[in-house]
C-alpha cells in the first residue's frame, strides 16, 4: 500500500510539473506571437445617427494608429462631426465641431500609405492636403472601393491616402451618415445639414489579427 501510494505520488508531481511546464511554453509562446503581431484596437463610434465600431492596424501603419489612439484618448473626437459627406465616395470627419469651428491639431503624422492597405468599401483612412505628409486628425470612411486613393509611388500626385483600420461592425449608419442631404457652409460644400455629431469615441479592447480580413460589406 505504501509502494502504490508512493508512486502515486510521484505520479501527481509529474503530471504537475508537466502541467506548470506546459504553461510556461504557452505563455512564451503567447508573449512571443504578441511581441511580433500586435493586437489591434477597436475603436466605437457613438454618433447621432448609430454606432459605428472601427478595428485599426497597428502592424501596417503604426505611426497613424498611434496617432489616431492618442486622440482618441485625449477626447479630441467627442463633440466632432462628419462635415464632409460625398455619396458613392466617403463620410469626412474629426476635425469640426458642429457650429464649423476647425479644432487645433497636434503635428502631421508621417504617410504611411505604402503599408499594402487599398481605399476598398468600409476602410478608414487619414484625410490629408495636397501635402503627402499633412494628416493630422481628420479620417474618412470609404463607401466604396476608391482604387485612385491608393498608393503607387513616393512623389506627390501617387502618394495617396493611407489606410489603417476598417469598419467591423455599424456599416448600415456609414450607410445611413452618407445618404445625408448636404450643402454650403460658409467656404464649406458637401457638408450635412443636419450636423451627424460623433458624440463619443472610446477604445473597447483589442483582437487578435485575423490571418485574413472579413469583408467590410459583412459588418452590418
Partial sequence: MRIHAFINKEALMMNKLFAVASAAVLAVSVTAFSAETPANPRVKLETTKGTIVVELFPKAAPKTVEN????????????????????????????????????????????????????????????????????????????????????????????????????????????????????????????PLTPVVMTKVSLVGTVAPAKKAAPAENAK
Avoid at 458613392?88 to 476647425?102: P, R, S, V, W
Fill in 68 to 191: 489616431f489612439l492618442q486622440y482618441v484618448k485625449d477626447g479630441f473626437y467627442d463633440g466632432t462631426i462628419f462635415h464632409r459627406v460625398i455619396k458613392n465616395f466617403m463620410i469626412q470627419g474629426g476635425g469640426f465641431t458642429k457650429d464649423m469651428n476647425e479644432k487645433s491639431t497636434r503635428p502631421p503624422v508621417v504617410n504611411e500609405a505604402d503599408n499594402g492597405l487599398k481605399n476598398a468599401l468600409g476602410t478608414l483612412a487619414m484625410a490629408r492636403t495636397p501635402n503627402p505628409n499633412s494628416a493630422t486628425a481628420q479620417f474618412f470612411i470609404n463607401v466604396k472601393d476608391n482604387a485612385f486613393l491608393n498608393f503607387r509611388s513616393k512623389d506627390a500626385d501617387g502618394w495617396g491616402y493611407c489606410v489603417f483600420g476598417r469598419v467591423v461592425s455599424g456599416l448600415s449608419v456609414v450607410t445611413a451618415i452618407e445618404n445625408e442631404p448636404t450643402g454650403t457652409s460658409g467656404m464649406y460644400q458637401d457638408v
